[in-house]
């Protein structure tokens, strides 16, 4: 089996973020890693190779420094790595990101296409479905569990208020996985030399040859301000109680 795992870098969970005047985070400030999800996505291709043989290609897109998180990935165990190098990666929306994520996998050909459910940075949770459409593959999302069979896949689904749903899927496919699907393996040292000698291809999103007008764009990059209010809400229960709904309502808009 012939597993394609997109894994995206992002800026470190403790990273203090500072805001450019050209709209964007100082990254020269801070330091980067795997996205959470994805290396679940990882940890499960990693597996179904490991039960059922075959070959894993950690795919990902950005500037140089997104090699490093490719070396991750082979330490882990994957074969080999492809990188789309792309300084400007951060500007691209979903279906910009997709189409070109894409276009390099239909150069590998694979039985399957693995995505974390949704990004840490930016959190859209559209790349994995947009890519099964860009394929033409048949998906599922939020899945918890993967089992071979026959020539193709059963998965099971999270759904909403605790129900889940198993699919049946034929090869090739894509799927999105579901953070805590399984348990991730750290780098072992001598996994860490072996990814030494693991093939990492660099290719130009632009030899890719994928137009794109961006869909969507960036207005404003800002870092919430932390206040604090508290309001005495008087009167009898009734009258406060109506109180709080009119203020959940049109203030705090959550019902």
């Known amino acids: 089996m012939k ?7 992002v800026p470190a969970k403790d990273a203090p973020l500072a805001i450019t005047d050209a709209g964007w985070i100082r990254e020269t400030d801070i330091g980067f890693e795997m996205n959470e999800p994805d290396s679940y996505a990882l940890e499960e291709a990693l597996r179904l190779k490991e039960k059922h043989t075959g070959e894993v290609i950690a795919l990902s897109m950005g500037p140089e420094r997104v090699k490093q998180t490719i070396k991750e990935a082979l330490a882990k165990g994957a074969d080999r790595g492809v990188h789309i190098a792309d300084d400007a990666a951060h500007k691209l929306d979903p279906l910009g990101a997709a189409k070109s994520l894409a276009a390099a996998i239909e150069r590998e050909k694979p039985d399957l296409v693995l995505t974390g459910l949704q990004s840490e940075d930016q959190g859209f949770g559209q790349t994995g479905v947009l890519l099964a459409e860009l394929l033409g593959l048949p998906h599922a999302t939020i899945i918890m569990q993967i089992e071979a069979k026959d020539a193709g896949l059963r998965v099971k689904r999270e759904l909403e208020a605790g129900w889940f749903q198993w699919v049946e899927l034929p090869l090739p496919a894509m799927l999105t996985i579901q953070s805590g699907i399984n348990k991730v393996r750290y780098a072992t ?3 860490i030399m ?10 130009t999103r632009e030899s890719l040859g994928v137009a794109h007008e961006p869909t969507q764009h960036i207005e404003r990059i800002y870092v919430p301000s932390k206040t604090k ?5 008087t009167g009898t229960p009734k009258e406060a109680a109506a ?3 009119e203020k959940l309502k049109h203030e705090a808009r959550v019902l």
Do not use: D
């Open 194 to 203: 072996a990814a030494k000698k693991k093939e990492i291809a660099t290719i």
């Open 229 to 233: 209010k508290t309001e005495f809400l």
């Open 189 to 191: 040292l001598k996994g």
């Open 3 to 9: 597993i394609v795992v997109c894994v995206k870098q």
């Open 243 to 245: 109180k709080l709904l």
